[in-house]
C-alpha cells in the first residue's frame, strides 16, 4: 500500500473560545477604544467648533450624558496616545543603527487572535491596563452615543426592505451573472494542471476554493462598493432618505442585502463545485483526503531532554532546521531508565470514545538523521498510553500479566486475531491505565496511526482535572520516544492527534462533503468582510476607489504578518528607505550599516513610518484566519468552534467599520453629491 | 411655530463649501417664510435662485448653514418628520430596476407599513395614476410622465399631512399637466399642505394660494396669488350677452373719459392656449375620425 500524507500544520495556533477572554478582550477594547478616542478628540477640536449652536441643542439628552460620560473616562487613554505619539517622535529623532536589529519596539503577540502588540502589552501593571481598558470603553461609549441613544427608533422591517432592495439590485445587475460564468470556466483548470494522484483533492479542492473565492470577493467588493456611490449620483437615494428610514438602516440594509445576495451564489458555486470535487477521485486520493477527520489535539512537551537536565521543556531539540515548527526529540536505548520522551497530554475527551473498543491516534512526524541508519527502514518509536487508573510502575505487570494472558489465549487452542488482542489490552488497560506499543517503524512525513484500547479512559474522566495527590489528571496522555540512539524525531503539538470521529465509517464521502461546505464558510466571512468594508467605504469615496481600497485591505490583509514584521523591525534589511539604500548600493540585507548622516536620516524616516504603521496596523484583517482551505484539502473537520470563534473576530473587526459607516453616511449631505 | 404652520424658516441660510471649507457659493440668505395646514404654497423663481434648495433643506438632504427649519413641528434634521411627508422629485428618482408595484412596496416597507395595508394602498395609488396595467413593467421602461405618476404615487403612499413637489409637471404633456394639477388640487381639497416649486408660472397661478418667490438665494416676494397679482391701477368689466358695436366702443370709452380714466383696449377675451388644446383633445376623443384639414385640401 502506498503510504499515506494527511498533514496538518499551524504557523499559530487555531483559534478557540478561550482566546475572546482575558488579554485578547483586553486588548481589543483598548485597540477599538483608542481609534474611537481619538476620534472624539478629533470632533472636540475641530467638528465641535464648527457645529452649528442649534444643532447641538437638539441633541438628545440621553446621547449627552452617554457622550459626556464616555468622553471624560476616555482622557486617560488620549494622555496615554499623546505619550505614544511622543514616544515615536523620540524615537524617529533618536533612531540609530540599532533600528536595524529590531531594538526600537518590544514585540509580543498573543496567542489565538493574531494581535501584533504595539509596546510589551501584557507586561504591563494591572492597574494601567484598568485604567487604559476603562479608558478604552469610554471612548467607545462617547463614539456610540447617537446609536445607543436612538437604538429603539430602528426597525427591523425598513432594514429589511432596504435589504431587499440591495438584493433585487444585484440579481438586476448583469455583472453578476458574468462572474458567476468566469467560475465555472476556472473550475475547469485542473484539466490543464498535472498533478500527482493522490493529490487530486488537494489540487481540485484549491482550484475550486480559490476560483469561487477570488471572483466572487471581487464581484462582491465591486457590486458593494459601487451601490451606494450610484444611488448617489442617479439620486434615487434622495427619495429614500426623504421617508422615516434612519441612514444606519440604509447601512446595514445594504450590506446585509449584498451579503444576502453573495451567500445565496457562494451556496450554489460551493454546491456544483463540490460535485466537481468528487468526481471520479483516485482510491489514492480518496484514502488520504476525502475524510473529515476529527483530531483532538494535545498539549506537548518535553521531557528529559539532555539540554535540560531533566526537567521538562515546551520545546524539543533544535536541530538546526530553518523552519523551527517542531522540536526534536533525541533517540535513546530502550532499556534506558529516563528517556527523552514527548508528552502529549489530552485535555479532554469527547464522550462518543467512552462507547468506543479502541481509540485512534495518527501521527506525522519528521525524521533527523545524524547517521544513515538502515535503510527503507523507518526509525522505531516506543508510544505508551497512559490512563487516569495509571499508578506508577504499572509498567511491568501489565508486561507480564499480557504475556500471560496471550500465551493463556494460544494455549486453549484458540486464534490470537486482532479482536481478541484488543480484548486483552482492553482488560489491562482498564486495569492498569496503560498501554504500549514497544516498537514501531516512523517514517518522514508519512501518516501512520496507533490504535489504543479504548480502555484506557474512564467515565468519570473527560477533562483534565486536579487529583488527590495534587497532580494534574488527564483523560488521556500518550508518551512518545525514539528508540534508535543516532536519530532525532521532530514533532510539533498537531502532528499527533486522536480521532474523535469513526474511521471505519462508511460515511467518508458524506463527511468530506459537509466539511467542504464548511470551508466554504470561510469564504463566506471574507465576502462579508469586503462586502461591509466596500459599502463603509462608499458611503465617503466614490464607487471606484472604495472598491479598490477594499481590495488594497483585502491583500494586505493576507500579508498582515508580514506588515507587522515591518513594523516592529524585525524583518531582515529595515523599513522602506534603509531597503532601498541597501538595494542602490548592493548592500546583503543583514549587514550593518554604517553611522553615515544618510544612513541615519534613513534610519530615522523608517522609525516613524514604522510607528504610523503599529499604529494602523490593526485596520488590516487577518485574512489568514478566514481561510479554511487547508483543512479540506488534507481531510480535517472544521470544527464549528472554530467557526463560531472566527465569526465572532469577524464581528469584532467589522463593528468599528459598520460605526465608522454611521457617521459617514449620517454626515453625508445627500443632496450635495449632484 | 404659529399654530396653523406646517413649515416654517427662519433665516434659513445654505452656503456650499469645498472640501477645504472654502465658500463656494451662498445657495440661500436668510430665508424665512411659513406655509400654513391646508394651503398649495408656490416656490417661485429663476434656476439657481434657491427654490431646490430650500426644499432640499427642509426634507433634510441638506444640512443649514445659518438659521432653523421646522417640519411639522420638528427640527428639519429629525427623521421622523418624515413620517407624515411625501416627496415627488423633480426627475422621479427611484429604482429603475424596480416594477410599480415593487417600488410602492418598497416604499411601503420604508414607513414600516403592515404588509396588507401596503398592498391595498399601493392598488389603490396604482389606479389613481393610471398605471394598472403597466404595474409589472420595470421603470426603465416607463416614460417620462409614467415615471413622474409612479413618483407621485410614492409620494402619497403614507397618505402624507405635507406634499412636497418639485416640479410637479415637468415633462408632463398638457393632460398629464392638467391631471397633476387637478390631483394637486384634490389633495389641498383632503386637508392636505402642498408645497411645490415650478417653473410654468400658469400653473402656480393656477393653483397656488401663496408664493414665495426668490431670487440669487433671497426672497423677493411673498403672499396670496391673488393679492400679488392685483393690478390696482387698472379696472376690468366682464359681460356676455353683447355684440361689441362701434357704438358700444364709443360708448364705454365716453364712460371711462367721464370718469378721468384711458381705455387701453377693449376686445374679445382669449382664452388660455392650455384650455383651448384640452378642448381640442376632449372633442377628438368624442368625435373619432374627425381632423382638421389645411385649406388647401378642402376642395
Redo the contacts between chains.
Keep these: 500500500m502506498t503510504p499515506l500524507f494527511a498533514l496538518l500544520f499551524f504557523e499559530k495556533d487555531p483559534l478557540n473560545w478561550s482566546n475572546l477572554t482575558g488579554w485578547s478582550l483586553i486588548y481589543y477594547i483598548q485597540t477599538v477604544g483608542g481609534f474611537a478616542t481619538f476620534a472624539v478628540f478629533l470632533w472636540l477640536l475641530i467638528g465641535y467648533p464648527?457645529s452649528?449652536r442649534?444643532?447641538i441643542q437638539?441633541i438628545p439628552a440621553l446621547q449627552r450624558f452617554l457622550f459626556f460620560v464616555g468622553a471624560f473616562l476616555s482622557i486617560p487613554m488620549l494622555l496615554w496616545q499623546a505619550a505614544v505619539l511622543v514616544e515615536i517622535a523620540l524615537q524617529a529623532v533618536t533612531a540609530g543603527p540599532q533600528a536595524q536589529e529590531g531594538g526600537g519596539t518590544v514585540a509580543a503577540s498573543i496567542p489565538g487572535l493574531g494581535f501584533i502588540i504595539r509596546t510589551a502589552f501584557p507586561f504591563r501593571p494591572i492597574w494601567f491596563h484598568t485604567v487604559l481598558t476603562i479608558g478604552g470603553l469610554g471612548g467607545i461609549l462617547a463614539v456610540l452615543s447617537p446609536i445607543i441613544s436612538n437604538l429603539f427608533?430602528y426597525?427591523l422591517?425598513?432594514l429589511?426592505?432596504?435589504a431587499?432592495?440591495a438584493f433585487?439590485?444585484g440579481i438586476?445587475q448583469r455583472v453578476l451573472y458574468a462572474f458567476s460564468g468566469l467560475v465555472f470556466v476556472a473550475l475547469f483548470a485542473g484539466w490543464f494542471v498535472n498533478t500527482k494522484p493522490s493529490d487530486e483533492i488537494r489540487t481540485y479542492v484549491y482550484i475550486a476554493y480559490f476560483s469561487i473565492g477570488s471572483l466572487l470577493l471581487v464581484t462582491g467588493a465591486l457590486l458593494a462598493g459601487m451601490s451606494l456611490p450610484g444611488d448617489m449620483r442617479?439620486?434615487?437615494l434622495?427619495?429614500?432618505?426623504?421617508?422615516?428610514?434612519?441612514r444606519f438602516e440604509i447601512l446595514l440594509g445594504r450590506i446585509a442585502g449584498f451579503v444576502q445576495l453573495m451567500t445565496l451564489v457562494l451556496l450554489v458555486m460551493s454546491g456544483l463545485s463540490l460535485l466537481y470535487v468528487m468526481r471520479d477521485i483516485n482510491p489514492e486520493a480518496s484514502r488520504e483526503s476525502l475524510k473529515a477527520r476529527v483530531p483532538i489535539y494535545g498539549n506537548l512537551r518535553f521531557l528529559n531532554l539532555p539540554s535540560n537536565s531533566g526537567g521538562t521543556e515546551a520545546r524539543g531539540e533544535n536541530v538546526g532546521r530553518e523552519w523551527d515548527y517542531r522540536g526534536y526529540l533525541p533517540g535513546s536505548r530502550a532499556t534506558r531508565a529516563n528517556p527523552p520522551q514527548a508528552v502529549f497530554e489530552f485535555q479532554e475527551i469527547p464522550t462518543s470514545l467512552l462507547q468506543r473498543d479502541s481509540i485512534r491516534a495518527e501521527f506525522t512526524f519528521d525524521i533527523y538523521r545524524t547517521t544513515k541508519g538502515n535503510e527503507n527502514q523507518g526509525v522505531a518509536v516506543r508510544f505508551a498510553g497512559f490512563g487516569p487508573n495509571y499508578t506508577v510502575g504499572a509498567e511491568e505487570a501489565w508486561r507480564k500479566e499480557r504475556k500471560e494472558m496471550r500465551d493463556a489465549f494460544i494455549a486453549k487452542g484458540q486464534e490470537l486475531d486482532a479482536k481478541a488482542e484488543l480484548n486483552i489490552d482492553n482488560e489491562l488497560a482498564k486495569k492498569h491505565g496503560y498501554y504500549e506499543m514497544p516498537s514501531l517503524p516512523v517514517f518522514d512525513y508519512q501518516t501512520a496511526s496507533v490504535i489504543l484500547p479504548a480502555g484506557l479512559i474512564a467515565k468519570d474522566v473527560t477533562s483534565a482535572s486536579v487529583g488527590k495527590s495534587g497532580k494534574p489528571v488527564f483523560p488521556i496522555v500518550v508518551k512518545v520516544s525514539c528508540l534508535e540512539p543516532s536519530q532525532y524525531i521532530g514533532m510539533a503539538r498537531y502532528d499527533f492527534y486522536l480521532r474523535a470521529d469513526d474511521d471505519a465509517s462508511r460515511l467518508d464521502r458524506l463527511w468530506f462533503g459537509l466539511n467542504y461546505l464548511k470551508g466554504a464558510i470561510g469564504l463566506w466571512m471574507q465576502l462579508v468582510l469586503l462586502v461591509t468594508v466596500a459599502v463603509v467605504l462608499s458611503t465617503y469615496f466614490s464607487g471606484v476607489v472604495a472598491f479598490l481600497v477594499t481590495l488594497k485591505l483585502w491583500v494586505m490583509g493576507w500579508f498582515r504578518e508580514f506588515v507587522a514584521q515591518i513594523a516592529f523591525g524585525a524583518n531582515v534589511g529595515g523599513g522602506p528607505l534603509e531597503s532601498m539604500l541597501r538595494l542602490v548600493r548592493r548592500d546583503a540585507p543583514a549587514t550593518k550599516l554604517e553611522d553615515t548622516p544618510v544612513n541615519q536620516a534613513a534610519f530615522r524616516f523608517d522609525e516613524f513610518y514604522r510607528g504610523a504603521m503599529r499604529i494602523f496596523l490593526d485596520l488590516f484583517p487577518d485574512m489568514e484566519r478566514f481561510d479554511f482551505t487547508i483543512y479540506v484539502q488534507e481531510g480535517f473537520d472544521i470544527s464549528w468552534g472554530l467557526i463560531g470563534v472566527t465569526f465572532v473576530l469577524l464581528i469584532g473587526y467589522l463593528t468599528p467599520w459598520i460605526v465608522l459607516g454611521f457617521y459617514l453616511l449620517r454626515w453625508k449631505?445627500?443632496?450635495?453629491a449632484n | 411655530m404659529a399654530g396653523d404652520a406646517v413649515v416654517e424658516t427662519q433665516k434659513l441660510t445654505k452656503i456650499y463649501r469645498d472640501f477645504w471649507g472654502r465658500q463656494k457659493k451662498t445657495a440661500l440668505r436668510a430665508l424665512t417664510f411659513e406655509v400654513r395646514r391646508g394651503e398649495i404654497f408656490g416656490l417661485l423663481g429663476p434656476n439657481g435662485s434657491g427654490k431646490t434648495t430650500t426644499i432640499k433643506l427642509l426634507l433634510g438632504l441638506l444640512f443649514p448653514t445659518e438659521g432653523e427649519a421646522f417640519v411639522l413641528g420638528k427640527s428639519s434634521n429629525d427623521v421622523r418628520k418624515n413620517e407624515k411627508i411625501g416627496y415627488l422629485p423633480e426627475e422621479s428618482y427611484l429604482y429603475r430596476f424596480l416594477n410599480a408595484e415593487e417600488t410602492l412596496d418598497f416604499y411601503g416597507r420604508l414607513f414600516d407599513m403592515d404588509g396588507e395595508v401596503r398592498r391595498k394602498r399601493s392598488m389603490e395609488l396604482i389606479e389613481k395614476v393610471g398605471l394598472k396595467n403597466d404595474r409589472k413593467r420595470i421603470l426603465k421602461e416607463y416614460s417620462k410622465g409614467m415615471r413622474q405618476r409612479i413618483g407621485l404615487a410614492q409620494a402619497l403612499i403614507n397618505d402624507p399631512e405635507l406634499v412636497i413637489l418639485d416640479e410637479p409637471t415637468s415633462g408632463l404633456d398638457p393632460l398629464g399637466a392638467r391631471w397633476m394639477k387637478d390631483l394637486i388640487v384634490e389633495l389641498r381639497n383632503q386637508g392636505k399642505t402642498i408645497i411645490m416649486c415650478s417653473h410654468r408660472l400658469e400653473d402656480v397661478q393656477d393653483i397656488c394660494d401663496r408664493i414665495a418667490i426668490l431670487s440669487n438665494g433671497e426672497l423677493q416676494a411673498y403672499g396670496r396669488v391673488d393679492e400679488l397679482l392685483q393690478d390696482t391701477r387698472r379696472v376690468e368689466m366682464r359681460a356676455t350677452g353683447l355684440e361689441l358695436s362701434e357704438n358700444l366702443r364709443n360708448d364705454l370709452q365716453q364712460l371711462v373719459l367721464k370718469y378721468g380714466g384711458k381705455v387701453d383696449s377693449v376686445g374679445h377675451p382669449t382664452t388660455t392656449l392650455e384650455d383651448y388644446f384640452l378642448k381640442i383633445v376632449e372633442e377628438s376623443s368624442s368625435r373619432p375620425g374627425r381632423r382638421f384639414l389645411p385649406p388647401e385640401t378642402k376642395n
Excluded: M
Excluded at chain 1, 449631505?669 to 450635495?672: H, K, L, N, Q
Design positions: 464648527r452649528r442649534e444643532d437638539a427608533h426597525r422591517g425598513r429589511r426592505a432596504v431587499r432592495l433585487k439590485e438586476r442617479r439620486q434615487s434622495q427619495t429614500v432618505v426623504t421617508k422615516p428610514v434612519e449631505e445627500v443632496a450635495s
